[in-house]
């Protein structure tokens, strides 16, 4: 009897040693809004500070370059086309192993509480609390282990207060929480005490805003621009206007509007309404489509950045209730975006594209004594990178179909000679003009093949010309730099089991 006590108890211990797990994900946190990441349009001290006890990835990229997907590729380690959740509205099949199910097995408790857009019930948690589908910023709806819910709040605050719920009821024993916000997605509805934020502000036009997109093709048929007309006044803007008209492309922002701001309590829609007094009077001066494009972005980045501050409060509760719990010092902390999104560049709003702001994802991991502080890694990382990367600290064995690779060295010493120095990136959707592509980034170069329903190639030389502004692909000096690039596309495929993508290389 006494023997088997002592081993029960040694594996108590053994399991309190475990390091704790949060992984936060918001969704569409622009790099350029983070502060640790050198922006000058918002300061983000909370979630600065993960960056700043720890590791700041600098060169970090997504796979698929939207919602759903992106957040299947961190639960699994593996690609789109090897977890099956390739777009937006693709089912994930939960009964497949993601890290959390592996880490339960292994005596964590997990919880997974916010945004999972994953169209099924979330299997392998101990507890879920899950927004439907996208959700909705004020006086949200969840799904609780499939029990349909109301609570009264502000989504951000709301999330983070379940979190710390679940924390609070699990300390004892070593438990992974994936802690993931819908802020600060379209349509960036602020807390009604920020309503008032950045009105000071004036943000200048990114300098390649008024990029005509020449020699780009799938840029030129895509519908997320800003300085086309593509954001709707109403559901982005914040403004009444019946009057207004409504793009084919947006042509359900009206109903979702309204059902959004029907979400507010009479003393909420108060507050609201005198938020947006001003922005209102503003809106009904315009004279011509030059100011009203500027308009727009300005309303664009002042809700945008609302969101974004709500967001770092709320970061800054979690590491100051791990603070004030002792649980600091062992607590891995991942801190990253589903991908990264425009905020004016060529023009744009949204993500899905290869180019840079959308492909480079903001991401941060700390863990004390563990990874040494105030480290900027350049290496080539991935969010596909984020499972084995976490299996790896707390001794498990990563799985060898996890096609990500495990950063503990790249986080320990800050180098590692074995780490990739080339990415591989598969977009699928065809949504808002997109075109599906897939391609390479190098150090120096990326080469990406548009296929569907246009088939078109760009290269772009990113020491000299790293806004992706000029497409080198039809320039004779090039072809060697292109065959080579191409022949390291197809050896990528093989790699990571792209057999749709080979095919089409092959055609």
Known sequence: MEKNNS???????????????????????????????????????????????GALMEQARVTNSICSPSRAVVLTGKYSHMNGLKDNGTYFDADQEIFPKILRRNGYK????????????????????ILPDQGHYYNPEFIKMGKDT?????????????????????????????????????????????????????????????DDHKGRKALQRQLTSIRDGYLDVRYDSKIPCDTCKVTNINSWAP???????????????????????????EFKKIKNHEEFIRWQYQRYMEDYLRCVHSLDDNVGRVLDYLKKNGLSDNTIIVYMSDQGVYLGEHGLYDKRYMYKES?????????????????????????????????DYVGIKVPDDIQGQSMKK???TGKDTTWRDKVYYHYYEKSFGSTSHYGI?????????????????????????PEEMYNLYSDKKYDQIIDTLKSEIYQLQIKYKDSSAIKLNNN
């Open 150 to 210: 109301v609570y009264n709040g502000y989504v951000t605050d709301v999330i983070t207060d379940l979190s710390l719920n679940w924390i609070e009821k699990n300390k004892d024993k070593p438990f992974c929480l994936m802690l993931q916000h819908k802020a600060p997605h379209r349509n960036w509805m602020p807390p009604l005490k920020y309503i008032h934020e950045f009105n000071d502000r004036h943000f200048e036009l990114p300098d390649n805003f008024y």
């Open 410 to 412: 790249l986080l320990q």
């Open 255 to 281: 109903g979702e509007w309204k059902k959004e701001i029907d979400r507010l309590t009479p003393e909420e829609k108060k507050l609201w309404d005198e938020g947006y007094k001003e922005e209102y009077q």
């Open 359 to 391: 492909f480079r994802t903001p991401m941060m991991i700390s863990y004390s004594g563990k990874i040494p502080p105030h480290q900027k890694i350049n290496n080539f990382v991935l969010n596909l990178d984020v499972a084995p990367t976490l299996l």
């Open 441 to 465: 980034r190098t150090k120096d170069y990326k080469l990406i093949h548009y296929y569907d329903p246009i088939n078109s190639w760009e290269l772009f030389d990113m020491k000299n010309d």
């Open 7 to 53: 081993t029960g108890k040694e594996k108590e211990n053994q399991n309190r040693k475990k390091p704790n797990i949060i992984v936060i994900i918001s969704d569409d946190h622009a790099y350029q809004a983070i502060s640790a990441y050198g922006s000058s349009l918002i300061q983000t001290p909370n979630i600065d500070k993960i960056a700043n006890e």
């Open 110 to 129: 997990t919880a997974m509480i916010g945004k999972w857009h994953l169209f099924t019930e979330p299997k392998g948690f101990d507890y879920w609390n």
